[in-house]
């Protein structure tokens, strides 16, 4: 599927969506394959549905697997990227005095349970030097972990995972907000992500992808009763939402790798239009290659309310998602759907004047 036909297979919207940072746009397919899914539950059961949609969950394993390098048997499923991270993390074969890299911008519960594992397990966090706009600028070498999102909620930055494996430290990454958008890095020791934001699966469906040699090293049994599996699969709990990874086979299977120019074009474009808003400044650099644009100078709460009046979906961030925030932010995330006339919409709805 080119980036064309990805964009035409979109379920129609009224709206201008622009928080795929929140929720991207499914397809047709991928709503057809969870409505599907769930009348074969109605009719057969949900044992003998989930049986019979074996083949297609593992396949979307694979696909979302193949998105980092690595294989099928090397994923779980979880009910969100929280879930697989507080799983992975508890598991983790960390001593009493363990150094684990941490960012400022790390997501606010993964953050308090790193504080709480530590206080607990007697780590010792390492919050990594940053630059102005939360980029990681080095990194000790003597850290026996390191984990960040490699795109924070907050900040439309991408981080240098390249940097970190250079150190040969093991790296817990974070992709809920990046795969998808960002070009992801091969060799961590585990990636955690979501179905529901930039692969534009459905919601309530998150995974784990673990390096073997880690899985084997892994320490505590899963905090959930334990599935029947091979490989990562005995992570999972028996009780699943099916249908959502039916949908997310089908929406990692249609994703291709030629959306990351589409995305990255729409946030340049957003960038230099809504720019030009008095009032306003937009945060990330104007080639940063994530589709997350950041604003500051009004009032992000008041002005999401407004432009969903006018017909724009976009996200008001709390300064509770992360502890690198000193004051709420407008997040404008666009999709490859976005057109330049929504945009120069957006930017004419923006409470402020153009310069």
């Not at 929140?22 to 397809?27: C, L």
């Not at 850290?143 to 970190?164: C, M, N, Y």
């Not at 099916?242 to 990255?264: F, I, K, S, Y």
């Not at 997040?331 to 930017?347: I, P, Y």
């Amino acid at each position: 599927m080119d980036v064309d036909e990805w964009v035409d297979a979109r379920v129609p919207s009224g709206s201008v969506l622009l928080d795929v940072a929140g929720a991207g746009r499914p397809s047709r397919e991928v709503l057809d394959a969870e409505i599907a899914h769930l009348h074969a539950e109605a009719v057969l059961g949900a044992y003998v549905a989930a049986e019979a949609a074996g083949e297609q969950v593992d396949r979307g394993r694979a696909a979302v697997a193949a998105l980092v390098g690595l294989s099928g048997e090397d994923v779980a499923f979880a009910d969100g990227a929280g879930t697989a991270f507080a799983t992975l993390l508890q598991a983790w074969p960390l001593r009493r005095g363990a150094r684990v890299g941490t960012v400022p911008s790390e997501y606010g519960a993964n953050a308090r349970l790193l504080k709480r594992l530590a206080q607990e397990r007697g780590w010792e966090l390492v919050v990594l030097p940053v630059d102005g706009h939360g980029r990681i600028t080095s990194v000790p070498g003597d850290l026996d972990l390191v984990t960040f999102p490699q795109v924070a909620s907050q900040r439309g930055i991408a981080q240098p995972v390249e940097e970190v494996f250079a150190t040969g430290t093991p790296l817990l990454l974070d992709v809920a907000q990046s795969l998808g958008q960002t070009a992801v890095p091969y060799g961590c020791a585990a990636y955690v992500g979501t179905s529901r934001k930039w692969l534009c699966g459905p919601r309530g469906v998150g995974f784990a992808v673990v390096d073997p040699h880690v899985q084997q090293a892994l320490t505590e049994p899963p905090t959930l009763a334990p599935a029947m599996g091979n490989g990562m699969q005995r992570w999972e709990a028996q009780e699943a939402h099916v249908a959502g990874r039916v949908g997310l086979a089908m929406a990692a299977e249609q994703w291709t790798p030629a959306l990351l120019d589409r995305v990255h074009d729409r946030a340049r474009t957003a960038r230099d239009l809504l720019g030009t808003v008095e009032g306003w400044t937009v945060r990330e650099p104007r080639d940063e290659p994530t589709g997350i644009t950041t604003l500051v100078g009004g009032d992000p709460v008041a002005t999401r309310a407004r432009l969903l009046e006018d017909g724009f979906v976009t996200s008001a961030v709390p300064t509770s998602r992360s502890d690198d925030l000193d004051r709420p932010v407008l997040r404008v995330s666009t999709g490859a759907w976005v057109a330049d006339a929504e945009l120069e919409r957006l930017a004419a709805a923006l409470p402020g004047r153009t310069k």
